[in-house]
C-alpha cells in the first residue's frame, strides 16, 4: 500500500490495518488473525513526512530450542521522519527535526509503502533469542526428539554415546 505525499495532509492521515495476513517473511511464519496496525502520517513540508505508528500481532515464528512454530505476542510503537533526497540534495536539513533525534528514512521518490514499513518494524521487534517458552526443554542433541512432547532415554545412555566416550578420552589424556 503505497501513499503518496500529495495525498497526505498537514493535520494528518490516520490508516488502520486489521488483516495484516499479507506480511510474511523467511522469520515469519504468518501473523495472527488478531494483527492490528495504526499508521499516522503528517506532511512537514513537500519532501517530509512524518510517521509514527504502533503494532499489536501475534507473528508465528520457529523457537531457536525445540524447532517448533509459536506465536510471539508483539507490540511496538515507532516514530520515523521520512525525507525525499535525490533532487532535493541542496536542501538545507531544519534544525528543530535534527533535535529531535527521529530515525531519518531517505526516499527516492516521494511516496511511502506502508506495509513494507510495518513488516520491517515487526522484523525489527523480533527477539534475537525466540523460544516459545522459558520452560522449553528444547530437542534432543542425540535422537532429535522434542522434549517437551516426548521423552528419550538419551540422556541414561549419553555415557555410550561416542560423545561421551570422547570427552572420557580427552579428560585421560590431561
Ligand atoms: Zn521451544
Ligand atoms: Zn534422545
Redesign the pocket.
Known amino acids: 500500500m503505497r501513499i503518496r505525499f500529495s495525498e497526505i495532509s498537514p493535520n494528518g492521515n490516520r490508516y488502520e490495518f486489521n488483516e495484516l495476513g499479507g506480511i510474511r517473511d523467511q522469520e515469519i511464519l504468518s501473523l495472527g488473525h488478531n494483527s492490528k496496525a495504526e499508521v499516522v502520517l503528517v506532511k512537514k513540508s513537500d519532501t517530509q513526512v512524518e510517521l509514527s505508528g504502533t503494532i499489536k500481532a501475534v507473528p508465528e515464528i520457529i523457537c531457536d530450542r525445540c524447532l517448533e512454530p509459536f506465536g510471539y505476542v508483539l507490540e511496538t510503537s515507532f516514530h520515523l521522519l521520512f525525507e525525499v533526497s535525490g533532487k532535493n540534495k541542496w536542501r538545507m536539513r531544519e534544525v528543530e527535526c535534527a533535535s529531535e533525534e527521529l530515525d531519518t528514512i531517505e526516499l527516492d521518490e516521494p511516496s511511502i509503502d506502508l506495509i513494507e514499513i510495518i513488516r520491517q518494524q515487526i522484523l525489527l521487534s523480533l527477539p534475537v533469542k525466540k523460544i516459545c517458552s522459558t520452560e522449553c526443554k528444547g530437542i ?1 542433541s ?4 522434542n522434549l517437551n512432547t516426548e521423552s ?4 541414561q545412555q549419553a555415557n555410550n554415546s561416542p560423545f561421551a566416550i570422547l570427552a572420557e578420552y580427552k579428560k585421560k589424556q590431561k
Open positions: 534432543c542425540y535422537c532429535g526428539v528419550c532415554r538419551c540422556s
